[in-house]
């Protein structure tokens, strides 16, 4: 109206209309089919007689309000989700988890309360399979083997910091000391590890008549740990000898295939009278693993919350990777009904928003927002399509009369526009009859 065209009819949902109110010249329709809306204006249909006399036509209006008109409803839809997400991450939402890799996100950014407890016949839980790390076998006399790990040991964190990949470990696992959370049989163990240090520490030499010779240590032993403390570098053994009081010194060293434990006493002068030196092993730690699942209980998802000024650009970021991620979803649907002749699982049509709506209602206003931000993404980036009858066609012949400087063939246009809304009508109804069928799981 504000660009000077004639309004005939508002609708909510698609036709046929149940019942309809005149207002200011404009109908106001509900209409029986629960799916978006329309607005029916003057000079849609060229073979109305007053769409080429009337200055409110539609087809007489200046390009650029036409234009305009056109991506309205998209414009506005685009608003709408900012909007909803913008109030939405301010207030705190739950993240907008749409794919596998929105949740592994979720995951590691903490935002999800997860464990590994045994479920008791009755319980209630929400469980995945998350992507993890297992061990296969562990090499007999390694520094993973004397470090405490077993073949089926599941990895959970190194130092403090979630995995779920085997790409991911070398860079986690880089030869600094380690501390691992394994699942085993049912609980998390804890392991203090020296399989991925780069260096050791190497005995290169032992003095004559020392109380290490005496002992028995020899030139070549890896000294695993000393005082209980596993050591990496020989440093560690410095500091340990002269961090300690104790008087007897626990060496635990590897020789060849074989882990042998001393009981060294200091000598006069405090040491036990060997030389250490460092050895590097690479990333040879004994340890040969594989990708795996792990079922976890998911207990909940934790809100996602920014500032005044924060959130609005989390919006814009959210927007533009949705639409994105909408548009290869079409891409999708489009390529499965031209070669499977089938709706994928998981498509909704107006039966499944309004389960999805009800669900959402239930669980509070914060999920109601983040509903409508998405649902409103959604019709924005379709109704964008440059398709007939949606948005995105009527644009696109809007655009062929910019370039060309000549208007499209009326009849023609809309002859397309009529065969894109029944073939829009088909799918709504494929879309409709997946949805009931789910519903009634037939």
């Known amino acids: 109206k504000k660009g000077g065209i004639e309004v005939q009819e508002f609708g909510f949902g698609m036709p046929p209309r149940i019942f309809g109110k005149k207002v200011g010249g404009t109908v106001y329709s509900v209409n029986w089919i629960p799916f978006g809306g329309f607005v029916r204006m003057l000079g849609e249909d060229p073979s109305d007689p007053n769409a080429k006399k009337s200055k409110k036509s539609f087809s007489n209006r200046p390009l650029r309000v036409r234009i305009a008109v056109a991506i309205a409803g998209v414009v506005m839809n685009l608003l709408l989700a900012f909007v909803c997400l913008t109030i939405g991450f301010w207030v705190g939402i739950e993240p907008l988890i749409v794919t596998s890799d929105d949740f592994m996100n979720a995951v590691r950014n903490g935002n999800v309360e997860m464990g ?19 061990v296969y076998g562990v090499d007999p006399g390694s520094m993973a083997e004397v470090s405490g790990f077993m073949a089926g040991d599941v990895i959970l964190e190194i130092d403090g910091e979630q995995f779920f990949y085997l790409s991911e470990y070398d860079s986690l696992n880089a030869g600094s000391p380690s501390q691992y959370e394994v699942w085993r049989d049912g609980e998390v163990v804890s392991i203090e590890s020296a399989a991925d240090a780069a260096q050791n520490a190497v005995v290169s030499y032992v003095i004559l008549g020392s109380p290490a010779e005496d002992a028995g240590l020899e030139p070549g032993d890896l000294i695993l740990k000393l005082q209980g403390e596993a050591i990496y570098s020989a440093s560690d053994v410095f500091d340990i000898t002269n961090g300690v009081e104790d008087q007897v010194l626990q060496y635990v060293v590897q020789r060849g295939s074989e882990v042998v434990t001393f009981d060294i006493a200091r000598g006069d002068d405090g040491y036990v009278g060997i030389y250490v030196g ?19 209980v998911v207990y909940g998802v934790q809100p996602v919350k920014y500032g005044l000024l924060g959130a609005p650009k989390e919006s814009i970021k959210e927007i533009y990777r949705l639409s994105l991620l909408t548009a290869g979803m079409i891409k999708d649907l489009a390529g499965d009904l031209v ?23 239930q669980e509070g206003l914060a999920s109601v927002i983040r509903f409508i931000a998405i649902l409103s993404l ?19 012949f809007l655009l062929f009369e910019a370039i060309t400087g000549h208007k499209p063939n009326p009849r023609l246009e809309m002859a397309l526009h009529g065969l894109g809304f029944m073939l829009l009508m088909l799918l709504l ?14």
């Not at 460092?278 to 795996?292: A, E, I, R």
């Not at 049509?349 to 959402?360: D, K, L, R, S, Y």
């Open 116 to 134: 590994y407890e045994e479920l008791a016949e009755g319980d209630a839980a929400y469980l995945v399979a998350l992507p993890r790390v297992a």
């Open 278 to 296: 460092n050895v590097d092993f690479g990333n040879d730690t004994g340890l040969s693993l594989y990708d795996t699942s792990l079922d976890t």
């Open 339 to 361: 070669s499977h002749g089938e709706v994928p699982k998981g498509v909704a049509g107006p039966v499944g928003i309004a389960q999805m709506t009800h669900v959402f209602v």
């Open 378 to 396: 959604s019709l924005a980036v379709f109704n964008i399509i440059p398709f007939p009858a949606l948005d995105g066609g009527r644009l696109a």
């Open 429 to 442: 109804i494929a879309v409709t009859f997946n949805d009931v069928a789910n519903l009634f799981a037939w």
